[in-house]
């Protein structure tokens, strides 16, 4: 899939005419779950949406992109940023008015993300970013299409929910 992925990189900057360029920044968008770690590292927790590929579920998708582009030798990227769709939508109109504080998607899926205080994120608030110099907010994804995965809604499905979920190829996935 990745080398797929870095086979059309290098079609569309050869004819855009920008393979002599130089090591190009990249912002990867990457709208499956995963887990973020950084900002160049977010490890694929499952496939979702009727995708799927092998040897990528708990990998880091921009190592796995990175490589295929260096098996390739004709195109130099650097990936500067992983981000989920919902966060480069935020992003996208935030640049223009930055008064934007959510991200929504829907399409095969829906999800939203948010600014939150970081103050407010348990995981993290201990570390005092805010006294390093770091913003005192941050973008939270909520991955909402997961919603039930835990069994919160086990009390309201169906017969038929379940029937169909079954067939899924995440069954107890996406609910």
């Known amino acids: 899939m990745f080398d797929h992925i870095a086979e059309c990189m290098a079609r569309f900057m050869e004819e855009k005419d920008i393979k002599q360029a130089g090591k190009l920044p990249l912002g990867f968008t990457f709208s499956f779950p995963c887990r973020q770690e950084g900002l160049t590292c977010a490890k ?21 992109l990175r490589e ?27 640049f223009k008015e930055n008064t934007c504080q959510i991200g929504v998607i829907v399409g095969t899926g829906s999800n939203a993300c948010y600014m939150e205080k970081i103050a407010n994120c348990d995981k ?12 005192d907010e941050m973008i939270i994804n909520t991955e909402w299409g997961a919603f039930g995965d835990d069994g919160a809604l ?22």
């Not at 995708?51 to 990528?56: D, T």
């Not at 769709?85 to 935030?94: F, I, Q, Y």
């Not at 009390?155 to 107890?172: L, S, Y």
């Open 154 to 175: 086990e009390f309201v499905r169906t017969c038929f929910d379940r029937e169909v979920d079954e067939k899924t190829i995440n069954p107890g996935k996406q609910l």
């Open 124 to 135: 993290i608030k201990d570390l005092h970013l805010e006294e390093d110099g770091m913003p």
């Open 44 to 64: 694929l927790i499952n496939w979702t949406k009727g995708f799927s590929a092998s040897n990528v579920e708990d990998k880091d998708v921009v190592t796995l």
């Open 68 to 94: 295929a582009c260096q098996r390739r030798k004709d195109i130099d990227i650097d990936v500067v940023a992983v981000l989920n769709d919902t966060v480069g939508t935020l992003m996208a109109c935030a």
